[in-house]
């Protein structure tokens, strides 16, 4: 459905991040002549904020290029509800093909509890992208990405289902699981 870097979800997460990650249904829409090519603004409900909170505490108003040939998203009014990222640019929110934005419907369980309770436990952590073998870390900080390998660049098992979290002795790993990690691991190696 939308064209973005799906994986990123797994970073994120992290409060430092630059911008904004907010979970809101869209309310409405309307167009508006701003730049040379108009722009859709979508009045929203913000359920949650994980991100983003010293530059706008609470978002309205979604921005976006009114052509998806510049990038500009396609939001259902009062049907879904969506995960979305952009940034702030004076006091405004603007997000487009190249965030993270999907319907929270079709998050697994795993990315919406990653939200919630485990990437801003990997926000030290790298992820280090795997295109072709062999692949390896060469940090105790990275973790293996490599959805890349059988996917070609689409959101794979791993990134839906997985989180690159700090372990015990600095090492970062993924982890999967509904208990918190386990303070005695200090390198998992799944996946």
């Known amino acids: 459905m939308l064209k973005a870097s799906r994986f990123l979800i797994i970073r994120e997460g992290c409060q430092e991040s630059p911008g904004s990650m907010i979970r809101a249904k869209v309310v409405g829409k309307k167009l508006v ?3 040379p090519f108009g722009t859709l603004v979508y009045t929203i409900k913000q359920m949650k904020m994980y991100r983003g909170f ?3 505490p609470h978002v309205q108003y979604i921005h976006t290029e009114a052509s998806e040939s510049l ?3 396609k939001l259902e009014v009062n049907k879904y509800q969506y995960l979305l990222t952009g940034r702030v640019y004076e006091g405004k929110m603007y997000t487009g093909l190249c965030n993270f934005v999907e319907r929270w ?16 436990l990997g926000c030290n ?11 390896f870390v060469t940090s105790k900080n990275e973790c293996l990405w490599t959805d890349m390998l059988s996917n ?3 959101p794979g098992y791993q990134s839906k289902h997985y989180a690159c979290i700090r372990q015990k002795g600095g090492y970062c790993s993924w982890y999967r699981g509904w208990a918190p990690p386990d303070k005695s691991i200090s390198n ?4």
């Open 125 to 135: 952590c790298k992820i280090k992208s795997c295109y072709y073998l062999p692949c």
């Open 33 to 35: 002549k701003e730049g």
């Open 152 to 154: 070609f660049g689409y």
């Open 54 to 56: 010293s530059k706008m």
């Open 188 to 191: 998992a190696t799944d996946p």
């Open 105 to 120: 419907d079709q998050l697994t369980l795993s990315q919406r509890k990653g939200l919630n309770y485990r990437y801003h």
């Open 71 to 73: 990038c500009g998203l």
